[in-house]
């Protein structure tokens, strides 16, 4: 991770396996968008999560392998 980091390849709002994140941290960020743009807007507003579980164990393994090699990280 420390590599993906150095090279900043990773996004900014990535929380997962970094240290000093952690889901909680992207979930009180969303709540705080969301609390501002309802202040600012006085409008209805919609959030759509998508449960990821176990997401590493059904990608095409060959292909990240591929596409970690093309980014050039060990």
Same mark, same amino acid.
């Given at each position: 991770?420390? %590599?993906? %980091?150095?090279?900043?390849? &990773?996004?900014?709002?990535?929380? /997962?396996?970094?240290? /000093?994140?952690?889901?909680? !941290? @992207?979930?009180?960020? &969303? %709540?705080? !968008?969301?609390? *501002?743009?309802?202040?600012? #807007?006085?409008?209805?507003? #919609?959030? =759509? &999560?998508?449960? =990821? ?8 393994? *060959? /292909? &990240? =392998? !591929?596409?970690? @090699? ?5």
């Amino acid at each position: 991770m420390l %590599e993906l %980091e150095r090279k900043n390849i &990773l996004p900014e709002h990535q929380a /997962g396996f970094r240290p /000093g994140k952690s889901t909680m !941290y @992207n979930i009180l960020r &969303l %709540e705080r !968008y969301a609390q *501002d743009r309802l202040r600012s #807007a006085r409008r209805h507003s #919609a959030v =759509i &999560l998508f449960d =990821i579980k176990a997401a590493f164990d059904s990608v095409w393994h *060959d /292909g &990240l =392998i !591929y596409k970690l @090699n093309d980014l050039r990280l060990p």
